[in-house]
C-alpha cells in the first residue's frame, strides 16, 4: 500500500511522526506532515472510514475526510492537490458513491489557494465513473 512505499521512501521519522502526533485519530480527520519532513511534495494523511454498508454513518463521515483534506490544503498553502479516490479503494465504498461524494466536496468547496484538484484512480472503471460524474 501507499502508507508502506511512503515510510520506506521518507523513513523513520515519519513513523516517529505518526506515532508522537496522531494518537487514536478519529475517522474523518486529516493530518499534515510536516514540510521539514522530506524534500518531496506536502504529504496529507486523512483517517478514511470503512465501508459497512452506510449504516455507521460512513457516507458523512468520507464527505467530511474530503472536505477537511480541501480545507487543510488550503491552510498550508498547497496549489495542486493530488488525492487517491478516497474510500473506493480498500475501504470497500461502492465506486459511485464515493465519486459522488468527492465530487459534491470539491463542488461546494470555496477555493482560495488551490487551483487544481487531481483524484488519482486505480482502475478504469473508478476512473471512468468520476469523469461521468464530474461532467453530470
Known amino acids: 500500500p501507499i502508507n508502506s512505499l511512503l515510510l520506506?521512501?521518507?523513513?523513520?521519522?515519519?513513523?516517529?511522526?505518526?506515532?508522537?502526533?496522531?494518537?487514536?485519530?478519529?475517522?474523518?480527520?486529516?493530518?499534515?506532515?510536516p514540510a521539514n519532513m522530506w524534500d518531496g511534495p506536502r504529504l496529507l494523511f486523512a483517517v478514511v472510514p470503512k465501508w459497512d454498508g452506510g449504516m455507521d454513518d460512513e457516507e458523512r463521515v468520507l464527505?467530511?475526510?474530503?472536505?477537511?483534506?480541501?480545507?487543510?490544503?488550503?491552510k498550508?498553502?498547497?496549489?495542486?492537490?493530488?488525492?487517491p479516490a478516497l474510500g473506493a479503494g480498500r475501504k470497500d465504498f461502492p465506486v459511485r458513491k464515493?465519486?459522488?461524494?468527492?465530487?459534491?466536496?470539491?463542488r461546494n468547496h470555496k477555493f482560495q489557494n488551490i487551483e487544481e484538484v487531481r483524484i488519482v484512480c486505480k482502475t478504469r472503471e473508478m476512473m471512468e465513473a468520476y469523469?461521468?460524474?464530474?461532467t453530470a
Do not use: W
Not at 8 to 33: C, M, N, S, W
Not at 76 to 83: F, N, P, Q, S, T
Open 76 to 83: 498550508e498553502g498547497i496549489k495542486v492537490l493530488a488525492m
Open 63 to 74: 464527505k467530511q475526510c474530503f472536505k477537511n483534506s480541501l480545507l487543510m490544503a488550503e
Open 131 to 134: 469523469q461521468e460524474l464530474s
Open 8 to 33: 520506506r521512501e521518507v523513513g523513520q521519522k515519519l513513523d516517529d511522526y505518526i506515532l508522537e502526533h496522531i494518537i487514536a485519530p478519529k475517522r474523518g480527520t486529516v493530518f499534515a506532515v
Open 98 to 106: 464515493a465519486g459522488r461524494l468527492v465530487i459534491n466536496a470539491i
